[in-house]
């Protein structure tokens, strides 16, 4: 065995060459990985007694793609063509041994190979569009090579891990070894194909699927027209349908070089940075500064839910998911009745769309327990309460829990914006209680605000992170304060979008100036949706404001065919000659002279105060990172993945530029538009906001 450079051996076993990477975490094709192959399969080839190499790595999967954190930079070392290359004009056989997930560049280093074997665990897939990009080393050439434009179109644009049964069954993979045997299998195939003399397979050369295809735009139109609303405001999954396009048209070296134009046009972009930013961020949230990875966590293997309605039965099937029991308690049968039911709907709906099996449902619906009595969460380990959003009955829930429930059990409020450090002040065990902030519906939503409380233990903090892993979630830890910083950052917007409708835009306008920017909807159609009488009473009404116009007039949104908008049967919206109306004569009353507001100033105006806000948040320390910060925003508001979230967006911009606006509009109308001290910092110092 002889080392080629720190990640790279080579060694002979009989006259096949195995060549092993092993850079930790994933293989990643490092400068050093990179150079790794390129001396590697040199010497193999320099080698008479080799008559063929397997390519092999260590840990826990074969090359998991070029390495991320090398974007940006300077390029250092061999370049990754140079490497490719190596292997696919190498005058002897490459078998490429794949074990874990290949993907991405390790992928397309496979398709470089001229045989793949792999264990049944492997998963292979191009998931570059998830970063904004294409695959940029002739994966989306040599792919639709294998597998055909379509198959091939699904890959790419959706980035997904394909499974080596079916990557055999696609071509993809030459051979499954058995399980745990892939060094001594990927050996034994290399030499099977040595003995049977089997041409070199060159991918490239393959043409039958490609040809096939030419002379068929429809395969690509009908694929456009399908995916419009999933791809609506990206790049990526457009440029990598014309790079098929190429590969079904176009000669192999043609179809490089629109490949290789179309990448770079993708990785200098803004959408890919912030594609590349929301990666490292998701992995970031789990990294809290205070709580040590050490810190003893507490065992949770029954969980309580006090409220059956829409969150707690929400909340109860992330649990149940995972097999965890669940004791649902509710005041009364008929609510807890219905809770059930509703969640046993939810389960034989999945399964009627074949998510999984009737017998799942059974078994999930069997670790539910329903009861009338508090007393029955007495031997939970955790207590998530979704009650009615009022303080006093928060309280008294929690002094009932604290008699009730054993000790060492964690007691968790959903709260979604009261003060969970009074909400403790009903507890003897403070260091107990924790805000479980779920996004509904509970159960769909990836999103989860775990708030710590000043008296929160770190083992509250780390196993209720450590549960929210566990269930699915993508957890952000943040502080008490008004809205915690999902919802504290909505109220800005919330409250620009009121007064720009009082002064001149009507609500059409701004829902189509934050639709165009990316978000899923805007905030009137949102109002629509969920329901413009949530919190409203008829009692209290008094007209004071547009909503509780509509409301009187019992315009409620969706539900009742008008709100905002008028709808049809369909529910389709249309803006409504009726609001316009009410919306004129309000703002007459009101003494407002309304004038022609522009785009720019109603995007302007809805999302700098979020950015300002979220720059209050970190100066207050209610969130740990500002890329937590767009994790929230990305995960429970819908913020254009391809933007890198509210505080990436304000660098995009420059925070110069938000802070001059602020002050603009500061000027203009007052000190809603105040600018938080860190964000007059950041430009004084010529920082981001994504170094904080
Ligand atoms: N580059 C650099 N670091 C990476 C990395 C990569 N490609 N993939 C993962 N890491 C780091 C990650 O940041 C984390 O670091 C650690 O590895 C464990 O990751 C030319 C241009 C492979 C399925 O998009 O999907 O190839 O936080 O927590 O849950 O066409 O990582 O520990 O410091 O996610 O077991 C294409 C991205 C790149 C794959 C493993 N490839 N990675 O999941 O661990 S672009 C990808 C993943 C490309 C070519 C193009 C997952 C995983 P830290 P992890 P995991």
Same mark, same amino acid.
């Given at each position: 065995?002889?080392?080629?450079?720190?990640?790279?051996?080579?060694?002979?076993?009989?006259?096949?060459?195995?060549?092993?990477?092993?850079?930790?975490?994933?293989?990643?094709?490092?400068?050093?990985?990179?150079?790794?192959?390129?001396?590697?399969?040199?010497?193999?080839?320099?080698?008479?007694?080799?008559?063929?190499?397997?390519?092999?790595?260590?840990?826990?999967?074969?090359?998991?793609?070029?390495?991320?954190?090398?974007?940006?930079?300077?390029?250092?070392?061999?370049?990754?063509?140079?490497?490719?290359?190596?292997?696919?004009?190498?005058?002897?056989?490459?078998?490429?041994?794949?074990?874990?997930?290949?993907?991405?560049?390790?992928?397309?280093?496979?398709?470089?190979?001229?045989?793949?074997?792999?264990?049944?665990?492997?998963?292979?897939?191009?998931?570059?569009?998830?970063?904004?990009?294409?695959?940029?080393?002739?994966?989306?050439?040599?792919?639709?090579?294998?597998?055909?434009?379509?198959?091939?179109?699904?890959?790419?644009?959706?980035?997904?891990?394909?499974?080596?049964?079916?990557?055999?069954?696609?071509?993809?993979?030459?051979?499954?070894?058995?399980?745990?045997?892939?060094?001594?299998?990927?050996?034994?195939?290399?030499?099977?194909?040595?003995?049977?003399?089997?041409?070199?397979?060159?991918?490239?050369?393959?043409?039958?699927?490609?040809?096939?295809?030419?002379?068929?735009?429809?395969?690509?139109?009908?694929?456009?027209?399908?995916?419009?609303?999933?791809?609506?405001?990206?790049?990526?999954?457009?440029?990598?349908?014309?790079?098929?396009?190429?590969?079904?048209?176009?000669?192999?070296?043609?179809?490089?070089?629109?490949?290789?134009?179309?990448?770079?046009?993708?990785?200098?972009?803004?959408?890919?940075?912030?594609?590349?930013?929301?990666?490292?961020?998701?992995?970031?949230?789990?990294?809290?500064?205070?709580?040590?990875?050490?810190?003893?966590?507490?065992?949770?293997?029954?969980?309580?839910?006090?409220?059956?309605?829409?969150?707690?039965?929400?909340?109860?099937?992330?649990?149940?998911?995972?097999?965890?029991?669940?004791?649902?308690?509710?005041?009364?049968?008929?609510?807890?009745?219905?809770?059930?039911?509703?969640?046993?709907?939810?389960?034989?709906?999945?399964?009627?769309?074949?998510?999984?099996?009737?017998?799942?449902?059974?078994?999930?619906?069997? @670790?539910?327990?329903?009861? %009338?009595? *508090?007393?029955?969460? !007495?031997? +939970? =380990? &955790?207590?998530?309460?979704?009650?009615?959003?009022?303080?006093?009955?928060?309280?008294?829930?929690?002094?009932?829990?604290?008699?009730?429930?054993?000790?060492?059990?964690?007691?968790?409020?959903?709260?979604?914006?009261?003060?969970?450090?009074?909400?403790?002040?009903?507890?003897?065990?403070?260091?107990?209680?924790?805000?479980?902030?779920?996004?509904?519906?509970?159960?769909?939503?990836?999103?989860?605000?775990?708030?710590?409380?000043?008296?929160?233990?770190?083992?509250?903090?780390?196993?209720?992170?450590?549960?929210?892993?566990?269930?699915?979630?993508?957890?952000?830890?943040?502080?008490?304060?008004?809205?915690?910083?999902?919802?504290?950052?909505?109220?800005?917007?919330?409250?620009?979008?009121?007064?720009?409708?009082?002064?001149?835009?009507?609500?059409?306008?701004?829902?189509?100036? @934050?639709?165009?920017?990316? %978000?899923? *909807?805007?905030?009137? !159609?949102? +109002? =629509? &949706?969920?329901?413009?009488?949530?919190?409203?009473?008829?009692?209290?009404?008094?007209?004071?404001?547009?909503?509780?116009?509509?409301?009187?007039?019992?315009?409620?949104?969706?539900?009742?065919?008008?709100?905002?908008?008028?709808?049809?049967?369909?529910?389709?919206?249309?803006?409504?000659?009726?609001?316009?109306?009410?919306?004129?004569?309000?703002?007459?009353?009101?003494?407002?002279?309304?004038?022609?507001?522009?785009?720019?100033?109603?995007?302007?105006?809805?999302?700098?105060?979020?950015?300002?806000?979220?720059?209050?948040?970190?100066?207050?320390?209610?969130?740990?990172?500002?890329?937590?910060?767009?994790?929230?925003?990305?995960?429970?508001?819908?913020?254009?993945?391809?933007?890198?979230?509210?505080?990436?967006?304000?660098?995009?911009?420059?925070?110069?530029?938000?802070?001059?606006?602020?002050?603009?509009?500061?000027?203009?109308?007052?000190?809603?538009?105040?600018?938080?001290?860190?964000?007059?910092?950041?430009?004084?110092?010529?920082?981001?906001?994504?170094?904080?």
């Amino acid at each position: 065995m002889t080392a080629i450079n720190d990640v790279t051996t080579l060694e002979t076993v009989g006259e096949v060459a195995v060549l092993t990477l092993n850079s930790p975490p994933v293989n990643a094709l490092s400068a050093p990985v990179r150079e790794g192959i390129n001396n590697g399969i040199k010497q193999a080839m320099e080698n008479d007694a080799v008559k063929a190499i397997v390519l092999i790595c260590e840990g826990k999967t074969f090359i998991a793609g070029a390495d991320i954190t090398e974007f940006g930079k300077a390029p250092a070392g061999p370049s990754l063509f140079d490497a490719l290359n190596m292997i696919e004009f190498a005058s002897k056989p490459v078998i490429a041994a794949i074990h874990g997930t290949a993907l991405g560049g390790g992928l397309e280093v496979a398709l470089t190979c001229h045989y793949r074997v792999a264990v049944p665990s492997a998963k292979c897939g191009l998931p570059e569009v998830n970063l904004g990009l294409l695959p940029g080393a002739g994966g989306t050439q040599r792919l639709p090579r294998i597998v055909g434009p379509e198959k091939a179109l699904e890959m790419v644009t959706s980035g997904s891990h394909v499974g080596a049964k079916k990557c055999l069954e696609m071509g993809l993979v030459d051979e499954l070894t058995e399980e745990g045997k892939l060094r001594d299998g990927a050996i034994a195939f290399a030499k099977k194909i040595v003995a049977e003399k089997r041409p070199l397979k060159r991918v490239r050369d393959l043409s039958d699927k490609v040809e096939a295809a030419r002379g068929k735009p429809e395969i690509f139109s009908e694929f456009r027209k399908a995916n419009a609303r999933k791809f609506r405001g990206f790049l990526a999954p457009e440029y990598n349908i014309q790079c098929i396009e190429a590969a079904v048209n176009l000669p192999f070296d043609e179809g490089i070089k629109v490949e290789q134009k179309l990448f770079r046009e993708l990785v200098t972009g803004t959408q890919s940075a912030a594609q590349r930013h929301v990666f490292f961020a998701e992995r970031q949230v789990w990294k809290l500064p205070d709580v040590p990875a050490d810190t003893p966590t507490i065992p949770v293997n029954k969980v309580g839910i006090i409220g059956a309605g829409t969150m707690g039965g929400g909340i109860a099937m992330n649990f149940l998911n995972v097999g965890l029991p669940v004791t649902i308690v509710e005041t009364k049968q008929e609510a807890l009745d219905r809770g059930i039911a509703t969640i046993r709907k939810n389960y034989e709906n999945s399964a009627k769309k074949g998510r999984f099996s009737m017998e799942e449902v059974e078994k999930r619906m069997g @670790l539910l327990t329903g009861s %009338l009595e *508090m007393e029955a969460l !007495a031997d +939970s =380990d &955790l207590v998530i309460e979704a009650v009615f959003e009022n303080m006093d009955v928060k309280k008294q829930v929690f002094s009932k829990l604290d008699a009730i429930v054993k000790q060492g059990a964690i007691l968790a409020t959903n709260t979604s914006a009261l003060n969970i450090d009074e909400i403790a002040t009903a507890v003897k065990r403070p260091e107990a209680v924790i805000g479980l902030h779920f996004f509904s519906p509970a159960n769909v939503m990836r999103l989860l605000e775990v708030v710590r409380a000043d008296k929160t233990s770190k083992p509250v903090i780390a196993t209720s992170m450590q549960l929210a892993k566990k269930i699915g979630k993508i957890a952000a830890l943040v502080g008490v304060c008004p809205g915690f910083v999902g919802n504290r950052i909505l109220a800005q917007r919330q409250r620009e979008a009121q007064k720009l409708i009082l002064e001149g835009a009507m609500p059409w306008d701004v829902d189509r100036v @934050l639709y165009d920017f990316g %978000l899923p *909807m805007g905030p009137f !159609a949102m +109002s =629509d &949706l969920a329901g413009l009488d949530i919190g409203w009473s008829k009692e209290k009404s008094q007209g004071a404001t547009i909503r509780d116009v509509l409301c009187e007039m019992d315009r409620r949104g969706q539900k009742t065919g008008a709100g905002f908008y008028d709808y049809d049967e369909n529910r389709n919206a249309k803006p409504s000659p009726v609001v316009e109306k009410i919306i004129l004569d309000f703002a007459q009353k009101k003494g407002i002279n309304r004038r022609k507001i522009s785009d720019d100033e109603i995007l302007e105006r809805c999302i700098y105060p979020m950015i300002n806000e979220g720059a209050k948040i970190l100066e207050e320390g209610k969130a740990i990172r500002s890329s937590d910060i767009d994790i929230v925003w990305i995960n429970g508001y819908g913020f254009p993945v391809y933007r890198g979230g509210p505080m990436f967006y304000g660098d995009t911009v420059g925070a110069d530029k938000v802070l001059a606006k602020m002050k603009e509009f500061q000027a203009q109308m007052g000190d809603d538009f105040k600018p938080a001290a860190l964000l007059e910092k950041i430009v004084a110092e010529g920082k981001k906001f994504s170094d904080f």
